[in-house]
């Protein structure tokens, strides 16, 4: 219904294809909070947390894969 109503409003776009990047921008927005977020952290607890932004550049990597 969503990408028709685009497709009504714009002739000739791929709003599916806006929802195929969707994902991995989603991933890439979390990497840059959790980094964000380790830069201002308490040192003891950076191990816990170090990897975070690291596995959400791979989880929009996976998802830009399909």
Known sequence: MW??????????????????LAGPLFH????????EFLDHIEDSERPYHEGDPAGEVRRALEAARG
């Open 3 to 20: 990408a028709d109503a685009w497709r009504a409003r714009v002739p000739g776009c791929a709003p599916e294809r806006a929802l195929e």
């Open 28 to 35: 890439l927005g979390y990497a840059l909070r959790y980094q």
